[in-house]
């Protein structure tokens, strides 16, 4: 087998076509189904994720009929509570909502009334709905909070703020939330993705592609860079620790987490986005220093990598745990928060790949010792 076949990261290698999302690094531009994300980051979030999936706007009372559906399903049953109890509280939350996708896939599910829906997209907006109440769940699980009964909130993401802190949130925070899930929520053949694609090759159904791709997101060169922004961040603790972190950092050929981006050549789009959101968000006198700190930890680290003849900015995830953070949202909770998004993305690959599945099965170069 040649050489000239071999990626070992498959970087560059074409391994299938989607009509879903465009990344074109080269210029720094990402859109979803034809729509750019600077537009969508303006539109509701289930509006965008609804898109994502069935390729085109749906109509406001569909809209508004899955809206109250997904409601409906954003909360656990007695016997889920349960199932939650029974796992060792030391597991991270990823490996919690890892866990879940395959263990909802027995319900039996009926669909807004009106609405004639496909059983895998059924099953995977079930899915999506009730990842929100077992993140929430687990957090209040984890910091021995009663687990919040009522059910209030209008929206998906203010639904989930509820059940995470027990109050409402203001509409400043939802709109927070909905754009930060909007921005991540499709990315294209990303490893998450294509775990997922593999998953579904084999016939498995849409509950174990989903969660396929939800441990490929836990890992901290993935999803999990979010939560290693902040770690980073708490490591340095002050401005002026930021040069000689960045430099022994890199001095010892390190990854300053959340800087620079495989696919975009340019300031990632997102970024470009969410950065000021983070800054106007970042109200109390503890959440400006920490923005404060990220940004002096990206000028020092974009001066360093210039010096080198390097253009590198910060990725979607840098700033991310800044919003977060002012959101009340503690760092091991950031990659579960963003599978709650990315969830939408991995149902519209399974419909797209569905009808053309084949089994995908590299080839490997044998190189004996």
């Keep these: 087998m040649s050489d000239a076949l071999y990626s070992p990261s498959l970087e ?3 391994v299938g076509q989607t009509a879903i999302s465009d990344v074109d690094g080269a210029q720094g531009r990402l859109s979803y189904r034809g729509v750019a994300i600077d537009e969508l980051a303006k539109w509701p979030y289930l509006d965008v994720a609804l898109l994502v999936i069935t390729g085109k706007r749906a109509p406001a009372a569909q809209i508004e009929a899955w809206n109250t559906w997904m ?8 016997r889920e509570r349960s199932w939650l109890e029974l796992l060792p509280p030391s597991l991270h939350t990823m490996e919690v909502l ?8 027995a319900q039996v599910l009926q669909p807004p009334a009106g609405i004639e829906a496909d059983p895998d997209l059924l099953r995977g907006l079930f899915i999506a709905a009730k990842l929100p109440a077992f993140l929430a769940a687990k957090y209040r699980q984890d910091q021995k909070l009663v687990l919040v009964e009522q059910q209030e909130g209008s929206s998906l993401n203010e639904r989930f703020l509820f059940l995470l802190h027990g109050s409402l949130p203001t509409a400043e925070q939802v709109r927070a939330l909905d754009t930060v899930q909007i921005l991540q929520l499709e990315h294209s053949y990303n490893a998450g993705t294509f775990a ?4 579904a090759s084999t016939n498995a159904p849409i509950a174990s592609s989903i969660s396929a791709s939800i441990g490929t997101l836990f890992g901290n060169l993935h999803g999990g860079a979010d939560e290693a922004v902040m770690g980073m961040a708490k490591r ?6 930021v040069k000689p972190y960045i430099d022994q950092l890199l001095g010892e050929k390190g990854k300053v987490m959340g800087m620079g981006h495989r696919e975009y050549k340019r300031l990632d789009p997102r970024a470009a986005i969410l950065k000021p959101m983070a800054e106007a968000l970042c109200h109390d006198a503890a959440a400006r220093d920490n923005f404060e700190l990220l940004k002096e930890i990206e000028r020092y680290s974009r001066e360093r990598f210039l010096k080198k003849g390097k253009d590198i900015w910060a990725n979607l995830e840098f700033y991310k745990g800044a919003v977060f953070e002012a959101l009340g949202i ?5 990659t579960g928060v ?3 998004s990315r969830v939408f993305g991995y149902v519209a690959h399974f419909m797209e790949f569905r009808p053309v599945r084949k089994l995908i099965r590299p080839r490997a170069q044998y190189r004996p010792q």
């Design 338 to 340: 963003f599978a709650c």
């Design 236 to 241: 340095i603790g002050r401005l002026d620790n």
């Design 71 to 78: 409601l409906g399903h954003c909360q656990l049953s007695p």
């Design 330 to 334: 503690a760092p091991a909770y950031y």
């Design 98 to 105: 890892q866990s879940a996708a395959p263990a909802l896939a």
């Design 196 to 199: 997922g694609r593999v998953c």
């Design 12 to 14: 560059g290698v074409v």
